[in-house]
Antibody, heavy 120, light 111 residues
Framework: QVQLQESGPGLVKPSQTLSLTCTVS??????????WTWIRQHPGKGLEWIGY???????YYNPSLKSRVTISVDTSKNQFSLRLSSVTAADTAVYYC????????????WGQGTLVTVSS | QSVLTQPPSVSGAPGQRATISCTGS?????????VHWYQQLPGTAPKLLIY???NRPSGVPDRVSGSKSGTSASLAITGLQAEDEADYYC???????????FGGGTKLTVL
């Protein structure tokens, strides 16, 4: 059973880069069946897909965030990461990593989520 | 404003049936893309409830069901219990946006 755990700073200053890591246990990040995914949820709001990556290198990003987002995979550590540049207060949210099924792109399981606050 | 439209809230008495709708368009649900549903209990991460329009993952009770028709999908929960009180989200893929889309979420209250 794959399990995910997000880690990274809980506070980021405006204009800086938000960096988060998701550690995968119970499965290999080199699997052919999964998209490694980031999703966020603004406080009290709904879910927003950020993007996902296939371990071979193909990436797919939300068009509204594409210019600022990078998702990468570290196969040696069985981790994948999110970088979001030039953050503003509007990027304050709970960030979730999740496993996306390549067949029809549903997400299961999810990490517990980590709150990132953008503030000076 | 979400690409997939859900009612902000629904409610039902214990033992009753609740239905949550998810309305899309011809570039997502109507284009044949599958709909998936998630349950988010307060303070926790979303959990997959239905995948591929109508399939239940292991551990999800059979009083939970999903359906899809045309440009819409529905989630039904029968025999409502207090533990069903949560936020529910639908999700699909949109070809115009070239990406994953979620509904705005529906808060289910068990009266």
């Amino acid at each position: 059973q794959v399990q995910l755990q997000e880690s990274g700073p809980g506070l980021v200053k405006p204009s800086q880069t938000l960096s988060l890591t998701c550690t995968v246990s119970g499965g290999s990040i080199t699997s052919d069946y999964y998209y490694w995914t980031w999703i966020r949820q603004h406080p009290g709001k709904g879910l927003e897909w950020i993007g996902y990556m296939y371990y071979s290198g193909s990436t797919y990003y939300n068009p509204s965030l594409k210019s600022r987002v990078t998702i990468s995979v570290d196969t040696s550590k069985n981790q994948f990461s999110l970088r979001l540049s030039s953050v503003t207060a509007a990027d304050t949210a709970v960030y979730y990593c999740a496993v996306g099924a390549t067949m029809s792109i549903w997400f299961d399981p999810w990490g517990q989520g980590t709150l990132v606050t953008v503030s000076s | 404003q979400s690409v997939l439209t859900q009612p902000p809230s629904v409610s039902g008495a214990p033992g009753q049936r609740a239905t949550i709708s998810c309305t899309g368009s011809t570039s997502n649900i109507g284009a044949g893309y599958d709909v998936h549903w998630y349950q988010q209990l307060p303070g926790t991460a979303p959990k997959l409830l239905i995948y591929g329009n109508k399939n239940r993952p292991s551990g999800v009770p059979d009083r939970v069901s999903g359906s899809k028709s045309g440009t819409s999908a529905s989630l039904a929960i029968t025999g409502l219990q207090a533990e069903d009180e949560a936020d529910y989200y639908c999700q699909s893929y949109d070809s115009s946006l070239s990406g994953v889309v979620f509904g705005g979420g529906t808060k289910l209250t068990v009266l």
